[in-house]
């Protein structure tokens, strides 16, 4: 059984009160390594079994951002210790690594996507990426007025966080419904999105809205930059597996009495869509910024061909 901590953390992941790809990672490291300082297991084999079950309980809490099976696989793929406390060590050295890698891919993303933002811009955002917001504030700290307009992003409003971050960077913002998009995207400089996957192709997986934005991007000839750290890149795609596109539920965008009003409906609630590379010009990412259709070299440098589930029960 997983600890307190690591059953609360999923289901804050599930509940969308951690959300973002970049934040789910952080939190599920720190709930391997609330995990491992605190277990009681008096054997090897019992404290691996504890921490594959909690990564499992983490895993199965939202399916589309690969940042969390990166976390989980960081963490606890190929663990070397004969002893407990040697396994303990192994855990909470990488857990702390990993969190700190993602603060500074961050930072290194912000430098480099902060390069593409001139003085004056005006940007379009979708959803609340850390990764994007990342870039706008480095060019805001290099002096550059950037200005934005903010989707709303239904159902779960995520650009009104945008809005706020942006405020506090002093970045003047105006906001719209997501149906207005392309008529203001003539007024915009870039499109700026985050990632929750990128696939082997160099297609983003984002918050759903994303490809409808960027089929109208092309249509306006505004560029589409992705900012999105390396543990967007979904190495399964590597050997065929698809990206899963979380549905929600259907109370997130109507509400039980307006349901009934209207009479025998489907309503359908995709959390991500799939954005295909020939409507991307380009991905940030700590790495250096690439066209989506050669992310697939960066992908297979840094992750090789994976399939196996660390945390998967043995057989
Ligand atoms: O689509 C979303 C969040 O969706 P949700 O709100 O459903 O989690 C974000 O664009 C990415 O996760 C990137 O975020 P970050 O750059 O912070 O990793």
Same mark, same amino acid.
């Given at each position: 059984?997983?600890?307190?901590?690591?059953?609360?953390?999923?289901?804050?992941?599930?509940?969308?009160?951690? !959300?973002?790809? $970049?934040t789910?990672?952080?939190?599920?490291?720190?709930?391997?390594?609330?995990? $491992?300082?605190?277990?009681?297991?008096?054997?090897?084999?019992?404290?691996?079994?504890?921490?594959?079950?909690?990564?499992?309980?983490?895993?199965?809490t939202? *399916?589309?951002?690969?940042?969390?099976?990166n976390?989980?696989?960081?963490?606890?793929?190929d663990?070397e210790?004969?002893?407990?406390?040697?396994?303990?060590?192994?855990?909470?050295?990488?857990?702390?690594?990993?969190?700190a890698?993602?603060?500074?891919?961050?930072?290194?993303?912000?430098?480099?996507?902060? @390069? !593409?933002?001139?003085?004056?811009?005006v940007?379009?955002?979708?959803? /609340?990426?850390?990764?994007a917001?990342?870039?706008?504030e /480095? $060019?805001?700290? $290099?002096? +550059?007025?950037?200005?934005?307009?903010?989707?709303?992003? !239904? *159902?779960? @409003?995520?650009?009104?966080?945008?809005?706020?971050?942006?405020?506090?960077?002093?970045?003047?913002?105006t906001?719209i419904?997501?149906?207005?998009?392309?008529?203001?995207?003539?007024?915009?400089?870039?499109?700026?999105?985050?990632?929750?996957?990128?696939a082997?192709?160099?297609s983003?997986? @984002? +918050?759903?809205?994303?490809?409808?934005?960027?089929?109208?991007?092309?249509? !306006?000839?505004?560029?589409?930059?992705?900012?999105?750290q390396?543990i +967007?890149?979904?190495?399964?795609?590597?050997?065929? /597996?698809?990206?899963?596109?979380?549905?929600?539920?259907e109370?997130?965008?109507?509400?039980?009495?307006?349901?009934?009003?209207?009479?025998?409906?489907?309503? +359908?609630?995709?959390?991500f869509?799939?954005?295909?590379?020939? /409507?991307?010009?380009?991905?940030?990412?700590?790495?250096?910024?690439? *066209?989506?259709?050669?992310?697939?070299?960066?992908?297979?440098?840094?992750?090789?061909?994976?399939?196996?589930?660390?945390?998967?029960?043995? @057989?």
């Amino acid at each position: 059984m997983p600890i307190e901590e690591v059953e609360e953390t999923a289901e804050a992941i599930e509940t969308m009160e951690i !959300r973002g790809a $970049a934040t789910i990672a952080g939190a599920a490291a720190a709930a391997l390594e609330s995990q $491992a300082a605190a277990s009681e297991a008096t054997d090897p084999e019992a404290f691996e079994a504890e921490l594959r079950a909690a990564a499992r309980t983490l895993y199965q809490t939202r *399916p589309t951002a690969v940042s969390l099976p990166n976390a989980l696989r960081f963490v606890l793929q190929d663990l070397e210790g004969a002893t407990v406390e040697e396994l303990r060590e192994t855990v909470l050295t990488r857990t702390r690594k990993f969190r700190a890698d993602l603060e500074h891919a961050q930072e290194r993303l912000g430098r480099i996507g902060a @390069n !593409r933002l001139r003085d004056g811009d005006v940007i379009m955002t979708h959803c /609340h990426s850390t990764d994007a917001l990342a870039t706008v504030e /480095h $060019a805001v700290d $290099a002096g +550059k007025d950037i200005e934005a307009i903010v989707k709303e992003t !239904r *159902p779960r @409003n995520q650009g009104h966080i945008t809005a706020q971050r942006l405020r506090e960077l002093g970045v003047p913002v105006t906001l719209i419904v997501d149906s207005a998009a392309h008529r203001y995207l003539n007024d915009v400089d870039h499109v700026l999105v985050g990632a929750d996957s990128i696939a082997a192709d160099g297609s983003v997986i @984002n +918050k759903i809205g994303t490809s409808g934005l960027a089929v109208n991007a092309r249509d !306006r000839g505004t560029p589409i930059v992705v900012a999105a750290q390396t543990i +967007k890149l979904h190495p399964g795609t590597l050997t065929g /597996h698809t990206v899963e596109i979380e549905m929600r539920a259907e109370s997130e965008v109507i509400s039980k009495a307006d349901r009934e009003k209207i009479g025998e409906i489907t309503v +359908k609630n995709p959390a991500f869509d799939v954005t295909p590379p020939r /409507h991307v010009d380009a991905i940030i990412t700590e790495r250096g910024q690439y *066209p989506p259709e050669s992310i697939v070299s960066l992908m297979r440098e840094l992750y090789g061909d994976v399939d196996e589930e660390p945390w998967a029960e043995p @057989n």
